[in-house]
């Protein structure tokens, strides 16, 4: 197969990368590992994390049509209730992570309505089910790579440009790019939280998210999981109770926090605005996805929430620097931790009235796609990341250091975001470093290789460390990262330039920045303050 431009990884970045060069008439080929395009936002089942200004400013265009693409499919297609149809800022699970928590079945449709038109026209080509093993080089760039089915089929594709947008940089030790993992050392990045020696397997915790609904009256126990007895006494140095519990640390503080778990309790008004409040608090609220309430009377028995909480990051090791029988180990405890965590919830949890467990929680394997009511791909925090032109560290954005300076303002940039640096708990042995962080900008040099030329960063894998990782990983940055990128792509094939070339000369940069402007992009920050 030949094309423009490669994309492997069909994610979050890897979608948004599509549309920027399809827009620009450029021939695409997608590669994805799992039967869904969408990464973050529907395999791997978690609603979008976003800042508090999402609804006015600070994500590029095509994000935002996506995010009214999910609440017109609600519209048009679900029995909202009169009230609910009318809001300009539906929450169709009125969950308190985001202001747009939804199912996601109903990501996947938008996404997919928002490339139909290019498969019809025949200039993109999606291919699900294929991870890549191997590239082919040549010198400074690389030529060609080969993705294997489930089948064991291969496929070699050719491209003029290959973008990786893996969830786990599958493609930079493959084709040979410059890239790290893990914590690096003090010494290399001159970050004040680092470590005085580098830590390549300390990596953040990934998650096997779930759905449940809650049945009162009903049974749907499942069978007690193979390594229950082994998670239901797992309790990590840091952590103040048993991992199978309703306490953990709270994230900004550290101290010992106690979370309530009421399916159906009265909630009162949720405020998504992790500013003011990080929305964790109640659990069936924080990460609900269907809100029956917002529905015509009959129409669902139950709210849907989904099971993504600090109780089920995955501590005994990581999924990148290790032997594949590892690797494939810490996938089984991971999963085998979540189903721990749902039998825990049936049988042993907590009740108001004094007894334990809730037997009326089902697992919701239609909404996940798939057989065991797991999400059909784990929720990965931390990728490899490119040795890159610009890397983003800690002092340049860490609202501790910086404080009313603001985060460094990049002249390449190529976009903007906003989180917190949030490191979830980590195969190292570290617990949570969750602290204020300034909004930020991308600069297209974290999306540019050291090296090699015609190979981008396009989601997780882009030249951040593994603290600044913990603010670029979200949903609207890792879009706005792969749009970038597929914009950058196009723009150079359109211009018979390589991207070093743009970075490097000021008139051709400001061609593209004007162009990503044109196209909807946000360059800059207006005044406003991180948290």
């Known amino acids: 197969m030949r094309t423009d431009i490669l994309i492997v990884g069909g994610g979050v970045g890897g979608v948004a990368a599509a549309l920027a ?11 994805e590992e799992y039967d869904w395009l969408g990464g973050q936002l529907t395999s791997q089942a978690v609603p979008p994390d976003e800042h508090p200004w999402i609804e006015q400013f600070g994500c590029t ?21 009169a009230a609910a149809r009318r809001r300009a800022d539906l929450n169709p699970g009125l969950g308190r992570v985001s202001r747009l928590c939804h199912e996601p079945r109903a990501a996947l449709s938008v996404l997919e309505a928002m490339l139909a038109p ?51 940089g599958d493609l930079l030790p493959l084709a040979g790019v410059e890239h790290g993992i893990g914590f690096e050392a003090q010494s290399e990045t001159g970050e004040p939280s680092a470590p005085s020696e580098a830590q390549p397997l300390n990596q953040q915790a990934f998650s096997w998210v779930f759905a449940v609904e809650h049945l009162e009256g009903e049974d749907h126990t499942i069978d007690r999981p193979d390594q229950y007895g082994f998670w239901h006494d797992y309790q990590p140095d840091f952590w103040p109770d048993r991992l199978l519990s309703l306490t953990a640390p709270d994230p900004r503080t550290l101290e010992p926090l106690t979370r309530t778990f009421v399916p159906h309790a009265p909630a009162g008004p949720v405020v998504a605005d992790q500013s003011k409040d990080p929305g964790d608090r ?44 590892e690797r494939v180990e810490h996938l089984e405890g991971a999963r085998q931790l979540s189903l721990s965590m749902l039998f825990w919830l049936q049988t042993e949890a907590p009740r ?69 640096i949030d490191l979830h708990p980590s195969t190292g042995g570290d617990t949570y470093l969750d602290v204020p962080s300034s909004p930020f900008q991308i600069p297209l040099g974290a999306l540019l290789p ?55 000369d000021a008139g051709r940069l400001e061609d593209f920045q004007r162009e990503l402007v044109a196209d909807g992009f946000e360059l800059a920050w207006p005044e406003v303050k991180g948290y």
């Open 118 to 168: 290019y498969r019809s026209a025949g200039t993109l080509r999606v291919l699900t089910g294929r991870r890549p093993v191997a590239a082919r080089t040549d010198g400074d760039r690389v030529s060609a790579v080969t993705v294997v089915g489930r089948d064991g089929a291969e496929h070699t594709i050719e491209a003029a440009y290959v973008l990786d947008a893996t969830e786990l």
């Open 61 to 81: 265009r095509s994000y935002r049509a996506f995010r009214d693409g999910v609440r017109d499919h609600y519209r048009t297609w679900y029995p909202l209730t």
């Open 282 to 325: 109640d659990l069936w609220l924080f990460r609900r996805i269907l809100a029956r309430e917002q529905y015509e009377p009959g129409f669902a028995a139950s709210d849907v929430t989904v099971v993504n909480w600090p109780m089920i990051d995955y501590l005994p090791g990581p999924l990148v620097g290790v032997p594949d029988n």
């Open 450 to 504: 050291i090296r090699v030329e015609n190979l981008l960063a396009a989601g997780k894998n882009l030249g951040t460390t593994h603290i600044t990782n913990g603010c670029y990983r979200l949903h609207p940055v890792e879009w706005n990262i792969g749009e970038a990128a597929g914009a950058l792509a196009a723009h150079c094939l359109a211009n018979s330039l390589t991207p070093e070339q743009v970075r490097g």
């Open 21 to 31: 060069a399809l827009r620009r008439g450029r021939s695409v080929i997608v590669t």
């Open 352 to 420: 108001p009235d004094g007894g334990a467990g809730w037997p009326g929680l089902r697992l919701r394997p239609d909404l996940m796609g798939t057989d065991d009511g797991l999400a059909m791909a784990p929720y990965i925090r931390e990728s490899r990341r490119i040795k890159a032109r610009t890397t983003v560290a800690e002092q340049d954005l860490s609202m501790t250091v910086r404080g009313d300076a603001g985060a460094v303002r990049y002249p390449d940039s190529v976009g903007i975001g906003m989180y917190r």
